[in-house]
């Protein structure tokens, strides 16, 4: 168990206060932020290279943050990996073991595993400068998981990366985690990256974590604001809390004029009538109605009707903009290509949207 | 004249004004008297002199260099900006003050009681090997901080991450990563101590057979119109410098940084 408390640190611009992470052992946490939010900052201090304000960190019972690094058993692959040129492959890769004069017998047999794992036995006689991005990207991985440290930090692994380079080395990071289970903690400001390859994620925007938790819970339900614009959330209104339902357990939203009828369960917080909120509709949980089919019960409650204004082609799904005819309030609508050319859609035309309760949620 | 050729005929012609000075040498050069000079007793002291005082002047200059390269390069201090500009010292006043500076040092209370002791500087080899450390020691702290700065201090940050105390990081790392610029600070430096003139003939004197440098001896060569002596003991010097300057240039593995 990894847990670091009210690690503060103040750095030019950079205000860091007050910033807790536990991570278990095993786990495979993301810390998410915004370029330039000062993250690397928080690993440095974490990896000892920089002394914080104040602050504690753990690695299991142990306090290490008045240890220097090589104390702390906490292994760093930085973002420009920072392989060590002049030596081999191999050199590399038994860089840590003989620094820290671990036994070799006892290490042997992971290390064989991860050079197994990793696809790289040809090219542990080769120097850095012969390697491809991705064949460096896993020698780095390598290197710094064959001491078998407490803590393995990743400092936005995947960038700089060809897409299908990237793919591969995504794939060989979720595999390697499922095998080996290192404690990790990566950080990186690409949401799918976070999504497909971590257990948890703390999201740290402007000096401060704005939620943590498990990646599905701060996907579905952002804590904030900042948080769903973050993760790349359209579709956030401003609303006010008009009515609550208390036989059908509801809240009715207003949106500049347009009523939304929101189940309370769909908001984390306690909330009271003329409150003001944000409401999040997710763009691809929302519906285009066909004309004459039959509309299920629960999506008769949030029904508008409105025209398309624009219609982007992005290959894997199709982004149609709406907009409602009476309030004029714009809607972002995701649309799988498959489906979209069933609905034969076109710019102008006028339709029906229902709003799906699973692309609800209310943030106060 | 198209701008390429023109910048290609100010170097050429650089490298044709040394060229023609060296050159114009020879036109005394090969009588008797040259290999006369060339054998002389003092002559053969003087360049041993000038090797073994300019080695030992480097040998210092880097113990102390290096370590403070290192400081200046990694390190974050007070007083880091004072020390760089002092570091110049030696280049922006004249050798010829900074030989003075010392010799004036050796007369204070502290410098007397120093030569008290048994260590004589002032007219002795001792001497010699400090003006040229004075002289040579900001210059090579200088260009090995630079050699340093372009190591990247993320190499040593993974290495201490990995278990490597800093001092480990720094020899097994940092030093082999550096080292071809380290190597070449190192060469050039010694080339600057072996043709110091100003500070050391202040401090140590010109005396031949005793403090007579190779640069020392030119001077006096001069002095006393014993041309074939100078000629002799410049194209050493230019011969010497040529080589070890060359040498630096080829030393060290090239590294392909990421």
Same mark, same amino acid.
């Given at each position: 168990? %990894? =847990?670091?408390? +009210? @690690?503060?640190?103040? /750095?030019?611009?950079?205000?860091?206060?007050? #910033?807790?992470? !536990?991570?278990?052992?095993?786990?495979?946490?993301?810390?998410?932020?915004?370029?330039?939010?000062?993250?690397?900052?928080?690993?440095?201090?974490?990896?000892?290279?920089?002394?914080?304000?104040?602050?504690?960190?753990?690695?299991?019972?142990?306090?290490?943050?008045?240890?220097?690094?090589?104390?702390?058993?906490?292994?760093?692959?930085?973002?420009?990996?920072?392989?060590?040129?002049?030596?081999?492959?191999?050199?590399?890769?038994?860089?840590? %073991? =003989?620094?820290? +004069? @671990?036994?070799?017998? /006892?290490?042997?047999?992971?290390?064989?595993? #991860?050079?197994? !794992?990793?696809?790289?036995?040809?090219?542990?006689?080769?120097?850095?400068?012969?390697?491809?991005?991705?064949?460096?990207?896993?020698?780095?991985?390598?290197?710094?998981?064959?001491?078998?440290?407490?803590?393995?930090?990743?400092?936005?692994?995947?960038?700089?990366?060809?897409?299908?380079?990237?793919?591969?080395?995504?794939?060989?990071?979720?595999?390697?985690?499922?095998?080996?289970?290192?404690?990790?903690?990566?950080?990186?400001?690409?949401?799918?990256?976070?999504?497909? @390859?971590?257990?948890?994620?703390?999201?740290?925007?402007?000096?401060?974590?704005?939620? !943590?938790?498990?990646?599905?819970?701060?996907?579905?339900?952002?804590?904030?604001?900042?948080?769903?614009?973050?993760?790349?959330?359209?579709?956030?209104?401003?609303?006010?809390?008009?009515?609550?339902?208390?036989?059908?357990?509801?809240?009715?939203?207003?949106?500049?004029?347009?009523?939304?009828?929101?189940?309370?369960?769909?908001?984390?917080?306690?909330?009271?009538?003329?409150?003001?909120?944000?409401?999040?509709?997710?763009?691809?949980?929302?519906?285009?109605?066909?004309?004459?089919?039959?509309?299920?019960?629960?999506?008769?409650?949030?029904?508008?009707?409105?025209?398309?204004?624009?219609?982007?082609?992005?290959?894997?799904?199709?982004?149609?903009?709406?907009?409602?005819?009476?309030?004029?309030?714009?809607?972002?609508?995701?649309?799988?290509?498959?489906?979209?050319?069933?609905?034969?859609?076109?710019?102008?035309?006028?339709?029906?949207?229902?709003?799906?309760?699973?692309?609800?949620?209310?943030?106060? | 004249?198209?701008?390429?050729?023109?910048?290609?005929?100010?170097?050429?012609?650089?490298?044709?004004?040394?060229?023609?000075?060296?050159?114009?040498?020879?036109?005394?050069?090969?009588?008797?008297?040259?290999?006369?000079?060339?054998?002389?007793?003092?002559?053969?002291?003087?360049?041993?002199?000038?090797?073994?005082?300019?080695?030992?002047?480097?040998?210092?200059?880097?113990?102390?260099?290096?370590?403070?390269?290192?400081?200046?390069?990694?390190?974050?201090?007070?007083?880091?900006?004072?020390?760089?500009?002092?570091?110049?010292?030696?280049?922006?006043?004249?050798?010829?003050?900074?030989?003075?500076?010392?010799?004036?040092?050796?007369?204070?209370?502290?410098?007397?009681?120093?030569?008290?002791?048994?260590?004589?500087?002032?007219?002795?080899?001792?001497?010699?090997?400090?003006?040229?450390?004075?002289?040579?020691?900001?210059?090579?702290?200088?260009?090995?901080?630079?050699?340093?700065?372009?190591?990247?201090?993320?190499?040593?940050?993974?290495?201490?991450?990995?278990?490597?105390?800093?001092?480990?990081?720094?020899?097994?790392?940092?030093?082999?990563?550096?080292?071809?610029?380290?190597?070449?600070?190192?060469?050039?430096?010694?080339?600057?101590?072996?043709?110091?003139?100003?500070?050391?003939?202040?401090?140590?004197?010109?005396?031949?057979?005793?403090?007579?440098?190779?640069?020392?001896?030119?001077?006096?060569?001069?002095?006393?119109?014993?041309?074939?002596?100078?000629?002799?003991?410049?194209?050493?010097?230019?011969?010497?410098?040529?080589?070890?300057?060359?040498?630096?240039?080829?030393?060290?593995?090239?590294?392909?940084?990421?």
């Amino acid at each position: 168990m %990894i =847990k670091i408390e +009210n @690690l503060t640190i103040i /750095l030019q611009s950079f205000r860091i206060i007050d #910033l807790c992470l !536990a991570i278990d052992e095993g786990q495979f946490h993301f810390l998410l932020g915004p370029t330039g939010s000062g993250k690397t900052l928080i690993l440095e201090s974490i990896i000892g290279l920089r002394k914080p304000l104040k602050g504690r960190i753990c690695v299991g019972d142990k306090e290490v943050q008045d240890l220097p690094p090589e104390q702390r058993q906490i292994s760093y692959v930085p973002q420009d990996l920072a392989l060590f040129p002049h030596l081999t492959v191999k050199e590399n890769i038994l860089f840590g %073991i =003989k620094a820290r +004069n @671990l036994d070799w017998r /006892l290490y042997e047999g992971h290390v064989q595993a #991860l050079i197994e !794992a990793m696809r790289i036995d040809s090219l542990l006689d080769r120097y850095p400068a012969n390697l491809s991005g991705g064949e460096k990207k896993r020698v780095a991985l390598l290197r710094g998981l064959a001491p078998k440290p407490k803590l393995l930090i990743l400092d936005e692994p995947l960038s700089g990366l060809d897409p299908s380079i990237k793919a591969d080395i995504q794939h060989l990071l979720k595999n390697l985690h499922a095998s080996f289970h290192p404690t990790t903690l990566c950080v990186t400001h690409d949401f799918e990256e976070a999504y497909f @390859l971590g257990d948890e994620i703390t999201v740290f925007i402007d000096g401060k974590v704005e939620q !943590a938790g498990k990646k599905e819970e701060v996907f579905l339900k952002p804590a904030s604001r900042k948080v769903a614009q973050f993760l790349g959330a359209t579709n956030l209104y401003r609303a006010f809390v008009l009515a609550q339902d208390e036989q059908s357990q509801r809240w009715i939203l207003g949106i500049d004029g347009a009523r939304v009828s929101v189940p309370m369960y769909l908001c984390r917080n306690p909330l009271q009538v003329g409150m003001e909120v944000d409401l999040f509709i997710r763009p691809e949980e929302v519906m285009i109605l066909r004309k004459g089919k039959p509309v299920k019960e629960s999506l008769r409650k949030n029904v508008f009707e409105g025209k398309i204004l624009d219609i982007m082609d992005r290959g894997r799904d199709y982004l149609t903009f709406f907009q409602t005819s009476k309030e004029k309030i714009p809607f972002e609508i995701s649309i799988p290509s498959y489906a979209f050319r069933n609905l034969s859609l076109s710019t102008g035309q006028t339709v029906s949207i229902a709003l799906r309760e699973e692309s609800l949620w209310i943030m106060r | 004249m198209s701008f390429r050729y023109t910048m290609l005929a100010a170097a050429g012609g650089l490298f044709l004004f040394y060229l023609g000075l060296l050159l114009s040498l020879l036109y005394f050069a090969g009588g008797t008297g040259f290999w006369e000079a060339l054998t002389h007793p003092y002559t053969l002291f003087s360049i041993r002199l000038s090797l073994l005082a300019a080695t030992l002047a480097t040998l210092f200059a880097v113990a102390i260099g290096l370590p403070a390269a290192y400081a200046l390069s990694r390190f974050e201090f007070r007083g880091k900006h004072l020390l760089d500009t002092f570091l110049e010292v030696p280049m922006i006043i004249s050798p010829i003050a900074l030989g003075a500076a010392l010799l004036v040092f050796f007369n204070t209370p502290l410098g007397e009681a120093i030569q008290d002791k048994g260590f004589f500087f002032v007219f002795e080899i001792p001497g010699i090997i400090l003006a040229q450390f004075a002289t040579i020691a900001g210059l090579a702290t200088r260009l090995m901080k630079a050699s340093l700065d372009e190591i990247s201090p993320r190499y040593e940050a993974v290495a201490r991450s990995l278990g490597s105390t800093p001092w480990r990081a720094f020899y097994r790392i940092t030093l082999p990563l550096a080292s071809r610029g380290l190597i070449a600070s190192v060469i050039l430096s010694w080339a600057k101590a072996v043709g110091e003139f100003g500070a050391t003939v202040t401090l140590a004197g010109a005396m031949p057979g005793k403090t007579e440098t190779m640069p020392i001896a030119i001077f006096t060569a001069l002095a006393s119109a014993n041309i074939d002596k100078a000629i002799v003991l410049i194209l050493l010097l230019a011969v010497l410098g040529l080589v070890t300057l060359y040498g630096a240039r080829l030393t060290g593995k090239r590294y392909r940084y990421d």
